[in-house]
Structure formats: structure tokens, C-alpha cells
């Protein structure tokens, strides 16, 4: 019983220290990343202000039905009336995709266009759990056949944390096109 008393006054002691030395961390790193950070937000911001022509907007936002506050931004390349009566995946389907990723400032980090299988240029995976949030949220607003450009903030991609060679901060553009959705009539409901 004597023991329960001393834990507690170590736990005291020792609890306020790791929590400090988490916010040291999650500091240092918005702070050795605050410049790369400016410049991302600056970027999408100017994208996002970004118009045709005609003046309407460049990019058409893409908000996730069950995140109001999480928003894609996309420029479709083709016709979208000529496949609008396409398949379009749900948040769980398989899907195959040609895509190029970029970071802001165009330099490329990652291809499908290297790829082989399951056909030459061809990226397979399964949305959702997967793969990005903002990956997922833009391929379920495609049609099979559509290309886009995708503009993914740094919360729906890596977040504060980056992967590989991608920063923290880091707000994310690819180049997608829905190649096809493998097996879709195994997601429907047969009626």
C-alpha cells in the first residue's frame, strides 16, 4: 500500500516532462518547417483563388460528406458530360489509376507511369484505409474515364508528419485518371 502513494508522486513528476517534451517536438517541427509551411498555404490559397477565362474558378471544391471542413480542390481535364454515366467507386472500392504526384512546387515524388502490373502505368488499391484521405475523397467525385488535377491540403495527405521524401506541411497535387473500378458489381447490392 505504501507503494501506491510514491507512484502517484513519480507519475506527478514525471507526466508534466513527457508531455512537455511532446510539445517540444510538435513545436520544433512546425518551427524548422514554418517557411516550406508559408509557402504551401500561400500556393493553394493563390490555386484556389485561381479563374478561368469566363471568370468562373479554375478549381471546383470537392468537401467530404462526412468532414465538412475537409476540402479537395479539382480541375477536371475532360468533358465530364462524357462520362457521366460512368461508374463511380464507393470509399471502400478497388480502384485502377494512372496518376503523378507533385508537391506545390511541381517537383514530382511519385508515378504509376513506372508501374507494370496489373497493366503497364497502372496503380491498384483499395480507397479508404489505404491510401490519403484527400486520394479517397477525390476518386469517389470521378467517373471511370475522368482525368483531373487534385490539390490535396497537407491535413487530408501527410499532415505535420510528412513520408519519404515529402515535408510536413507539404499540400499535395496529382494528376489522376480513374482507369477503372475492378469487380465493382461485387460492391452492389443486388436487388
Known amino acids: 500500500?505504501?507503494?501506491?502513494?510514491?507512484?502517484?508522486?513519480?507519475?506527478?513528476?514525471?507526466?508534466?516532462v513527457a508531455i512537455a517534451s511532446c510539445d517540444d517536438v510538435e513545436n520544433g517541427v512546425e518551427k524548422k518547417y514554418a517557411a516550406w509551411k508559408k509557402s504551401n498555404d500561400d500556393w493553394l490559397l493563390a490555386q484556389r483563388n485561381r479563374k478561368n477565362a469566363d471568370g468562373t474558378n479554375y478549381y471546383t471544391e470537392v468537401v467530404a460528406p462526412w468532414d465538412a471542413s475537409a476540402k479537395v480542390y479539382m480541375h477536371w481535364y475532360n468533358d465530364r458530360a462524357l462520362t457521366a454515366d460512368?461508374?463511380?467507386?464507393?470509399f471502400t472500392s478497388t480502384v485502377d489509376v494512372k496518376y503523378k504526384g507533385m508537391l506545390y512546387n511541381d517537383e514530382p515524388f511519385d508515378s504509376s507511369y513506372l508501374r507494370t502490373t496489373p497493366a503497364v502505368g497502372v496503380f491498384r488499391t483499395q480507397l479508404g484505409d489505404?491510401?490519403?484521405?484527400?486520394?479517397?475523397?477525390?476518386?469517389?467525385a470521378m467517373h471511370v474515364g475522368d482525368s483531373c488535377r487534385v490539390l490535396i491540403p497537407y491535413q487530408l495527405g501527410y499532415g505535420v508528419s510528412g513520408y519519404s521524401r515529402i515535408d510536413p506541411y507539404s499540400v499535395l497535387q496529382f494528376d489522376l485518371k480513374l482507369v477503372d473500378i475492378p469487380?465493382?458489381?461485387?460492391n452492389v447490392r443486388r436487388r
Open 1 to 16: 500500500m505504501k507503494k501506491i502513494p510514491f507512484l502517484i508522486l513519480c507519475l506527478m513528476l514525471v507526466l508534466p
Open 86 to 90: 460512368n461508374p463511380m467507386p464507393y
Open 130 to 140: 489505404n491510401v490519403i484521405e484527400g486520394w479517397s475523397m477525390a476518386l469517389c
Open 183 to 186: 469487380k465493382l458489381e461485387l
